[in-house]
């Protein structure tokens, strides 16, 4: 660390052991408008207080150089301030002592603020701005190795910060609060930056450009701060330790060791009223209590001691949506875990199926978009379309870029396991009427962006774009025709089209894809991960082969190559459409998978993980981040299709590890939770509706605001894009058992019984199709059918499976079983 005496703060900070040489703060000579009299570096510190009946005032160690002293003494660095600084907002009327120790275990930073005056002092908060390297700006490979995203645990005394790069390489830095020290929230900086606006604009306000683009300084607040008070000689210390962990489990680790709360929950914070989260805790102190938000609807059973001195928790939820549960140990201390309590998942995925036939299907025969899946608005309690758009672009209620296109990816990904004929004759009415009538031009199977297409976007023209340049669009329709062609391939229904009709349509779409211009700059298909895109990779070819489609087959198989081969050559080959994103991680990864390209494969793996949260927070917890970090959007559709990759790498190609599949089941049941059971609004005509993204930094805004989405609880409660986060949420939905380094067998998704040398497994995990033992290494999957139970006999190495087909009407039902040893499999067909 490089402490700069002239600016009162630290302006570097590395690893002497990181392979990359991570710069993790801000570098003042980089960004000269962030130098300014009133700077926040690393180190200094913010408060707003008043002396006895005083109006309130500003004071920060910033800019108070003419009351600042400096010592290093040994390992120690002593910075003291001391009398009223001259400068309007230095400090005044309190002294402030900083002593920086670096030690063998870790970096200690302890303040002590003393009332120096003849009245008392109150504050109204304490902070510490957090002025780290998340700029993020250049390639993709400086992004990914140099910039580094913050990751907040705000949860009282048990509170912690760690900063990670975004490729998952380790280290990351941990920042703990010390002895009766705290935090109980942040401040961001939310005025427009200097650099976009240098007239009104402040140097720590967010941003955001095609090539750069950051969150803007967030302020961490010191809990209690806000009610302080110090009498005349009165002084109050708080502390926080740096150090570096090896893993995002090792943080674990640093907070017991520096007297925290180590915590781990299972299956994740997101969890089922039909299951139960699984709580270890570790502590140095004495755990006293667990204390519920809803202690008549909230169960909390000890379950013992464990080895190496977890104790072991068991809770369940009954009150649907945020669920807190307060940890007090030691003396008066706390730690709060935030989850989240949703329905059992197969009642969620076909309420919102249900949901999506029966309001976002336009059946007004005069709207552009007749039979279009609509995006659809919870506060107005309707259909984005002509006559209700209060947003500002047509393109709202026009029934494409993504909003108008992912209700019907969701619906037929669904309905591929779960056919309903009403359900089914929509998407048939959907993909005949409104995309191929109104959404498509032809000739040449030309996507356009919204409908009505010729109206818009006359500034593309003389561009080669003529508004077919979006490529996540034909991403979309070439998914949900695939899923047509596997229902009907599936179960042959009378009311739909042949098979091969949907296949055919996949592929012209596919190949409109690679023919026509495509933004950005015209290698959006070629060049570009678009989300939604595993299918044309993986899939699409060999249904074309064994459908007799060779040559079309072949095409394909050359286009992915092709695309695969890009990926390939590039370091992190994961750009999209801002300056960083996370939305190509499923795309790349698919792409690579299908030409056995390993490390592109480790690469996407390891950015998915390494993106997102790990600290026990319901909406950090394993779900994405983007360009502007933690305090814009939390949960969104990347939560599960980003989560995807780490799905199928650890559990159908086995290359995981524990906190790999962890990771992965956790971000499926956390993609589930901007689906309405209640909490979002408890509207009856509302249930089943979905929220389309979740924002913890902003302030609610129930008000219609032309071109703002009105935001309620944090989210907002409109359907957008949310259905693509569904399809990778159904791709994801299995059940996994695994050996816990602690627990020992436990199950995510399912319920699992030993007796013996037989095991009984029983699945809920939305699907109940798909099984993965990683105790006994093998998988099982079914189509067309459920399973009820699973009985395994080791001894015998028998598998009895139990199903069901849930009133569908079919014949027979594909099971795929994978081990590398013999099993004897017994089949039992319950209904």
């Given at each position: 660390?490089?402490?700069?005496?002239?600016?009162?703060?630290?302006?570097?900070?590395?690893?002497?052991?990181?392979?990359?040489?991570?710069?993790?703060?801000?570098?003042?000579?980089?960004?000269?408008?962030?130098?300014?009299?009133?700077?926040?570096?690393?180190?200094?510190?913010?408060?707003?207080?008043?002396?006895?009946?005083?109006?309130?005032?500003?004071?920060?160690?910033?800019?108070?150089?003419?009351?600042?002293?400096?010592?290093?003494?040994?390992?120690?660095?002593?910075?003291?301030?001391?009398?009223?600084?001259?400068?309007?907002?230095?400090?005044?009327?309190?002294?402030?002592?900083?002593?920086?120790?670096?030690?063998?275990?870790?970096?200690?930073?302890?303040?002590?603020?003393?009332?120096?005056?003849?009245?008392?002092?109150?504050?109204?908060?304490?902070?510490?701005?957090?002025?780290?390297?998340?700029?993020?700006?250049?390639?993709?490979?400086?992004?990914?190795?140099?910039?580094?995203?913050?990751?907040?645990?705000?949860?009282?005394?048990?509170?912690?910060?760690?900063?990670?790069?975004?490729?998952?390489?380790?280290?990351?830095?941990?920042?703990?609060?010390?002895?009766?020290?705290?935090?109980?929230?942040?401040?961001?900086?939310?005025?427009?930056?200097?650099?976009?606006?240098?007239?009104?604009?402040?140097?720590?306000?967010?941003?955001?450009?095609?090539?750069?683009?950051?969150?803007?300084?967030?302020?961490?607040?010191?809990?209690?701060?806000?009610?302080?008070?110090?009498?005349?000689?009165?002084?109050?210390?708080?502390?926080?330790?740096?150090?570096?962990?090896?893993?995002?489990?090792?943080?674990?680790?640093?907070?017991?060791?520096?007297?925290?709360?180590?915590?781990?929950?299972?299956?994740?914070?997101?969890?089922?009223?039909?299951?139960?989260?699984?709580?270890?805790?570790?502590?140095?102190?004495?755990?006293?209590?667990?204390?519920?938000?809803?202690?008549?609807?909230?169960?909390?059973?000890?379950?013992?001691?464990?080895?190496?001195?977890?104790?072991?928790?068991?809770?369940?939820?009954?009150?649907?949506?945020?669920?807190?549960?307060?940890?007090?140990?030691?003396?008066?201390?706390?730690?709060?875990?935030?989850?989240?309590?949703?329905?059992?998942?197969?009642?969620?995925?076909?309420?919102?199926?249900?949901?999506?036939?029966?309001?976002?299907?336009?059946?007004?025969?005069?709207?552009?978009?007749?039979?279009?899946?609509?995006?659809?608005?919870?506060?107005?309690?309707?259909?984005?379309?002509?006559?209700?758009?209060p947003y500002r672009d047509d393109w709202w209620a026009g029934g494409s870029d993504e909003i108008g296109l992912v209700s019907g990816l969701f619906l037929s990904e669904k309905n591929v396991y779960r056919p309903v004929e009403s359900q089914l004759k929509v998407l048939e009415a959907y993909l005949s009427d409104f995309v191929e009538n109104r959404l498509t031009e032809q000739p040449g199977y030309r996507v356009h962006r919204m409908v009505p297409w010729f109206v818009m976007f006359d500034p593309w023209k003389g561009y080669g774009a003529d508004d077919v340049w979006r490529a996540f669009n034909y991403v979309h329709v070439i998914n949900t025709y695939f899923n047509m062609y596997r229902i009907q391939k599936g179960y042959c229904i009378q009311y739909l089209k042949p098979a091969t009709y949907y296949l055919d349509k996949a592929y012209r779409y596919t190949k409109a894809m690679f023919s026509y211009w495509m933004f950005p700059e015209g290698v959006g298909s070629t060049e570009y991960g678009n989300m939604g895109e595993l299918t044309i990779p993986l899939y699409l070819a060999d249904a074309l082969a064994s459908e007799g489609m060779s040559e079309e087959a072949e095409g394909i198989r050359e286009i992915s190559t092709s695309k695969s081969s890009f990926f390939q050559k590039e370091a992190y080959p994961f750009g999209s459409e801002m300056a960083y994103d996370s939305t190509a991680y499923e795309a790349v990864y698919a792409y690579a998978k299908s030409i056995d390209d390993q490390q592109t494969m480790e690469k996407a793996v390891l950015a998915s993980f390494g993106n997102r949260g790990h600290q026990?927070?319901?909406?950090?917890?394993?779900?994405?981040?983007?360009?502007?970090?933690?305090?814009?959007?939390?949960?969104?559709?990347?939560?599960?299709?980003?989560?995807?990759?780490?799905?199928?790498?650890?559990?159908?190609?086995?290359?995981?590890?524990?906190?790999?599949?962890?990771?992965?089941?956790?971000?499926?049941?956390?993609?589930?939770?901007?689906?309405?059971?209640?909490?979002?609004?408890?509207?009856?005509?509302?249930?089943?509706?979905?929220?389309?993204?979740?924002?913890?930094?902003?302030?609610?805004?129930?008000?219609?605001?032309?071109?703002?989405?009105?935001?309620?609880?944090?989210?907002?409660?409109?359907?957008?894009?949310?259905?693509?986060?569904?399809?990778?949420?159904?791709?994801?939905?299995?059940?996994?058992?695994?050996?816990?380094?602690?627990?020992?067998?436990?199950?995510?998704?399912?319920?699992?019984?030993?007796?013996?040398?037989?095991?009984?497994?029983?699945?809920?995990?939305?699907?109940?199709?798909?099984?993965?033992?990683?105790?006994?290494?093998?998988?099982?999957?079914?189509?067309?059918?459920?399973?009820?139970?699973?009985?395994?006999?080791?001894?015998?190495?028998?598998?009895?499976?139990?199903?069901?087909?849930?009133?569908?009407?079919?014949?027979?039902?594909?099971?795929?079983?994978?081990?590398?040893?013999?099993?004897?499999?017994?089949?039992?067909?319950?209904?």
């Amino acid at each position: 660390m490089r402490f700069d005496a002239e600016r009162g703060g630290f302006v570097s900070l590395k690893n002497k052991k990181d392979i990359y040489q991570t710069e993790y703060l801000v570098d003042p000579s980089e960004f000269p408008e962030m130098d300014v009299p009133d700077a926040k570096w690393f180190g200094h510190v913010v408060t707003r207080y008043r002396i006895g009946e005083s109006a309130w005032m500003v004071g920060n160690s910033g800019p108070s150089a003419d009351v600042r002293s400096i010592r290093l003494n040994g390992n120690k660095l002593e910075v003291a301030y001391q009398g009223d600084s001259s400068h309007e907002e230095g400090l005044k009327h309190f002294d402030l002592s900083m002593e920086y120790v670096l030690a063998e275990k870790g970096f200690h930073w302890n303040m002590t603020f003393a009332n120096r005056s003849d009245k008392g002092i109150a504050f109204d908060y304490i902070g510490i701005p957090l002025l780290f390297n998340q700029i993020f700006r250049g390639d993709s490979q400086y992004k990914y190795e140099q910039n580094v995203l913050r990751h907040t645990c705000i949860a009282g005394e048990g509170s912690y910060i760690y900063w990670a790069r975004s490729n998952g390489v380790p280290p990351c830095l941990v920042m703990l609060a010390g002895e009766k020290t705290g935090l109980s929230g942040i401040d961001l900086e939310r005025k427009q930056n200097i650099k976009t606006d240098p007239e009104k604009g402040v140097p720590f306000g967010s941003y955001g450009t095609f090539n750069e683009s950051w969150e803007g300084l967030v302020t961490v607040i010191l809990k209690g701060s806000s009610t302080l008070q110090l009498t005349p000689g009165e002084s109050v210390t708080y502390s926080f330790t740096l150090d570096w962990a090896d893993s995002f489990a090792d943080i674990s680790r640093l907070a017991f060791e520096n007297g925290l709360v180590e915590v781990e929950v299972l299956p994740g914070m997101v969890v089922p009223d039909d299951d139960r989260a699984t709580l270890l805790l570790r502590s140095q102190k004495e755990v006293h209590s667990l204390e519920p938000s809803f202690p008549g609807r909230t169960h909390i059973t000890y379950e013992g001691e464990r080895e190496n001195g977890y104790s072991v928790y068991s809770i369940g939820f009954q009150s649907l949506g945020v669920n807190d549960i307060t940890i007090h140990y030691g003396d008066g201390e706390q730690m709060v875990l935030q989850f989240f309590c949703v329905e059992n998942i197969e009642k969620l995925i076909d309420k919102h199926a249900a949901f999506i036939a029966d309001n976002h299907f336009e059946t007004n025969p005069e709207d552009p978009c007749y039979h279009g899946l609509l995006m659809w608005d919870m506060t107005l309690n309707s259909r984005i379309n002509s006559t209700c758009n209060p947003y500002r672009d047509d393109w709202w209620a026009g029934g494409s870029d993504e909003i108008g296109l992912v209700s019907g990816l969701f619906l037929s990904e669904k309905n591929v396991y779960r056919p309903v004929e009403s359900q089914l004759k929509v998407l048939e009415a959907y993909l005949s009427d409104f995309v191929e009538n109104r959404l498509t031009e032809q000739p040449g199977y030309r996507v356009h962006r919204m409908v009505p297409w010729f109206v818009m976007f006359d500034p593309w023209k003389g561009y080669g774009a003529d508004d077919v340049w979006r490529a996540f669009n034909y991403v979309h329709v070439i998914n949900t025709y695939f899923n047509m062609y596997r229902i009907q391939k599936g179960y042959c229904i009378q009311y739909l089209k042949p098979a091969t009709y949907y296949l055919d349509k996949a592929y012209r779409y596919t190949k409109a894809m690679f023919s026509y211009w495509m933004f950005p700059e015209g290698v959006g298909s070629t060049e570009y991960g678009n989300m939604g895109e595993l299918t044309i990779p993986l899939y699409l070819a060999d249904a074309l082969a064994s459908e007799g489609m060779s040559e079309e087959a072949e095409g394909i198989r050359e286009i992915s190559t092709s695309k695969s081969s890009f990926f390939q050559k590039e370091a992190y080959p994961f750009g999209s459409e801002m300056a960083y994103d996370s939305t190509a991680y499923e795309a790349v990864y698919a792409y690579a998978k299908s030409i056995d390209d390993q490390q592109t494969m480790e690469k996407a793996v390891l950015a998915s993980f390494g993106n997102r949260g790990h600290q026990p927070q319901w909406y950090y917890y394993n779900t994405d981040l983007r360009a502007h970090g933690e305090t814009f959007w939390n949960v969104s559709y990347m939560t599960q299709l980003g989560g995807w990759t780490m799905y199928d790498y650890s559990l159908n190609v086995g290359m995981g590890d524990y906190e790999l599949i962890k990771s992965a089941y956790a971000s499926y049941l956390a993609g589930w939770s901007l689906i309405n059971s209640g909490y979002w609004d408890e509207d009856p005509k509302k249930l089943g509706s979905s929220c389309w993204v979740l924002h913890t930094g902003q302030e609610d805004s129930k008000e219609i605001v032309p071109g703002k989405v009105p935001l309620i609880k944090k989210a907002w409660q409109i359907s957008g894009e949310s259905g693509l986060g569904y399809f990778a949420g159904l791709k994801m939905a299995s059940s996994v058992i695994i050996e816990h380094p602690i627990l020992g067998l436990y199950g995510f998704g399912c319920d699992v019984k030993v007796d013996g040398s037989v095991w009984t497994i029983r699945p809920r995990d939305g699907l109940r199709m798909r099984v993965h033992d990683t105790v006994n290494d093998w998988s099982i999957e079914m189509d067309r059918s459920s399973i009820i139970e699973l009985k395994i006999d080791l001894s015998k190495r028998n598998l009895r499976i139990s199903t069901a087909n849930d009133g569908i009407d079919v014949s027979e039902a594909n099971i795929c079983l994978k081990s590398e040893r013999p099993w004897y499999l017994v089949i039992d067909r319950e209904h």
